[in-house]
């Protein structure tokens, strides 16, 4: 029936997004490794938890590599979106990826960061930048 079709499809989307995040690969022996060889990754290494090597099809990476041709990160973030949405297949959550999002949205909020909002008033938003009021 349905039901046993969509378990199915779920179970391959969760090996699909494994996969994809190389989910199965200790990032943190291999960041020991590099820290221990190279002493410029050591200094760098604690900036970048989470950090994860894709396994990305070839094809999606040309596209977004073509797409990141003079834009910002947001603008091409929106044209891989729109591209994944009118050509990708749609593929279930998998709580691994929502655990290490809310990770990393936790170590962006750092006390620099909020100061430097204070300072600022707030954050920018795409494409407000250079932009005045009035």
């Known amino acids: 029936g349905e ?5 199915a499809s779920g ?20 960041s020991e ?10 200094k760098l290494e604690p900036f970048l938890p989470g950090c994860r090597m894709l396994r990305q099809d070839p094809a999606e990476c040309l596209f977004s590599f ?13 044209m891989v979106e729109r591209l994944c ?4 297949t749609r593929l279930e959550p998998d709580e691994r990826i929502s655990t290490m999002k809310k ?6 909020s750092t006390p620099k960061k909020k100061q430097r ?7 920018v938003t795409p494409g407000s930048a250079g932009r005045t009021v009035g």
């Open 66 to 78: 073509i797409c990141s041709s003079n834009n910002h990160i947001s603008r091409i973030h929106g």
């Open 117 to 123: 909002e204070q300072n600022d008033g707030g954050d």
């Open 85 to 88: 949405a009118a050509y990708g």
């Open 3 to 7: 039901g046993g079709q969509s378990a």
């Open 33 to 42: 490794n590099w820290a221990a060889a190279d002493d410029r990754f050591k």
């Open 103 to 108: 990770a990393a949205v936790k170590r962006k």
């Open 11 to 30: 179970t391959r989307d969760a090996a699909a997004v494994a996969d994809y995040f190389n989910l199965n690969v200790s990032l943190e022996a291999l």
